[in-house]
Nanobody, 123 residues
Framework: QVQLLESGGGLVQAGDSLRLSCQAS????????AGWFRQAPGKEREFVAA???????YLLDSVKGRFTISRDNAKNTVYLRINSLNTEDTAVYYC?????????????????WGQGTQVTVSS
């Protein structure tokens, strides 16, 4: 079992960049797939990115070119970098992890969730 803690959110200006971090507890996190979701006000949670234990990645088509997911297994941390932020990126961003399989994670299926970090983009 892992516990996930997101950080790096805040109030930013449109056009800025941001890097969100997800710190995981547990010595076996390096074998987990991980992902990022976001939930904007009044909208359903949206699956935006995932990364396997070995570094294979998935990105939602609409965020390709601006979002990058990466991980540092030595630090038990997964990152989500967002460039050229716009007001539509305003949301709570959640980190998730799964120990079962990459195909499952790539479909947005995860067992463990963080509490989320708020990103607010002002125009």
């Amino acid at each position: 079992q892992v516990q996930l803690l997101e950080s790096g959110g805040g109030l930013v200006q449109a056009g800025d960049s941001l890097r969100l971090s997800c710190q995981a507890s547990g010595r076996t996190f390096s074998s987990y797939s991980a992902g990022w979701f976001r939930q904007a006000p009044g909208k359903e949670r949206e699956f935006v990115a995932a990364i396997s234990w070995s570094g294979s990645t998935y990105l939602l088509d609409s965020v390709k070119g601006r979002f990058t997911i990466s991980r540092d297994n030595a630090k038990n941390t997964v990152y989500l970098r967002i460039n050229s932020l716009n007001t539509e990126d305003t949301a709570v961003y959640y980190c998730a992890a799964d120990s079962t399989s990459w195909p499952r994670a790539r479909r947005g299926l995860f067992d463990y969730w963080g509490q989320g970090t708020q990103v607010t983009v002002s125009s």
